[in-house]
């Protein structure tokens, strides 16, 4: 299979989103990648569902919702209704991981979770057959800009072991510092989605950039 980009739009111009999203819609990009921060389980507040619906107006590409938030099971229903494909919550804020991932599919949406850089990726074991997307963080979640944390490395060759063992592949997507300097390596190791904010929307051409993530 050939990976998929999906821009992060935290590092769009949000005085200009129209015009980011038609560069994405006409670029070799496969998702949107939309950050949902709620000030609480990170430090930060991103924009919430008015704007991802009037990104959706644009898009024609799938929505890759990544909530960040704490309660995600709160704003399941919303995020489908505003045009979600994939909703990838937090193993760190869900207490009941199984039942928010199958609350995920019942709206017909990819299940995805997302852990945090010390977040081992063998706590997913119980649930893996229920994943169809895992996330690993290679940044702690909040911000865009950050730099990539190296161990990622390592942690993308622990999933393939487990992807082995329980003979089921989910999509293995690396969101955090991702550039058109580590991509190759990322592949290497088994993701199979790339996540890219400010590599994308701070370099001087971003369609090129996402074709150079692409290739
Ligand atoms: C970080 C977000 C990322 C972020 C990536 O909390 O989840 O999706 O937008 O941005 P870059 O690629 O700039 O690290
Ligand atoms: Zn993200």
Redesign the pocket.
Known sequence: MTHKIAP?I??ADFANLQKDIEMVNASEADWF?I?IMDGAF?PNISFGFPVMKAINKHATKPLDV?L?ISNPDQYIQQCADNGAEVITVHYEACTHLHRTLNAIKEMGCLAGVAINPHTPVHLLNDVFKEIDLICIMS?N??????SFIENTYMKLQQLNSICQIKNHQPLIEV????NTENYQKLLECGANVL?????VFSSSNPTETILSLKQ
């Open positions: 992060s935290l590092a990648h950050d990170v990544h960040m940044v979640p909040g911000f865009g800009g950050q969101d955090g510092g991702v996540v890219a904010g400010s590599s």
